[in-house]
C-alpha cells in the first residue's frame, strides 16, 4: 500500500475531524496531494489540493472556509481539518498523489496516479 487514507469516523453537525493521508513507499512532498471524497450514490468530487512544493492550497467551494489542508513533511503525512461538518459532508474520503508533471488544477480524477483506500465520513445532524 503507497497511500492511506486515514481518521474517519461518526460525527455530530457542527463538529471537527481531521483526516490523515500517509505516505509508505511515497515521499509525499514530492507530490501534488488531493483529497476527494464520494457520497453515498453520488459520484466521486474533488474537495481538496496540495501542490508539490509550491505552496498551493485549493479548496471545492463547498468547503472553502471550513476545511483546510496541511501536511507535516517530517512525518510524510498530508491533512484534512474538516471544521463545521454538515450532513451533506457525509461520504467515504480518499487522498491520492500526482507526480507534478501530470498535474493541470489538481481538480480532476485522472490528474492522479495513485490512491490510497477511503475512510469513512459520518456527520449526523
Known amino acids: 500500500v503507497q497511500l492511506q487514507a486515514f481518521g474517519g469516523g461518526l460525527v455530530q453537525a457542527g463538529e471537527s475531524l481531521r483526516l490523515s493521508c500517509s505516505g509508505s513507499?511515497?515521499?509525499?512532498?514530492?507530490?501534488?496531494i488531493g483529497w476527494f471524497r464520494q457520497a453515498p450514490g453520488k459520484e466521486r468530487e474533488w474537495v481538496s489540493y496540495?501542490?508539490?512544493?509550491?505552496?498551493?492550497?485549493d479548496y471545492a467551494d463547498s468547503v472553502m472556509g471550513r476545511f483546510t489542508i496541511s501536511e507535516d513533511v517530517a512525518e510524510n503525512t498530508v491533512y484534512l481539518q474538516m471544521n463545521s461538518l454538515k450532513p451533506e459532508d457525509t461520504a467515504v474520503y480518499y487522498c491520492a498523489a500526482a507526480n507534478p508533471w501530470t498535474i493541470v488544477r489538481g481538480r480532476e480524477e485522472h490528474e492522479y496516479e495513485y490512491w490510497g483506500k477511503g475512510t469513512l465520513v459520518t456527520v449526523s445532524s
Open positions: 513507499t511515497l515521499t509525499l512532498e514530492g507530490f501534488g
Open positions: 496540495r501542490g508539490s512544493r509550491d505552496g498551493t492550497r
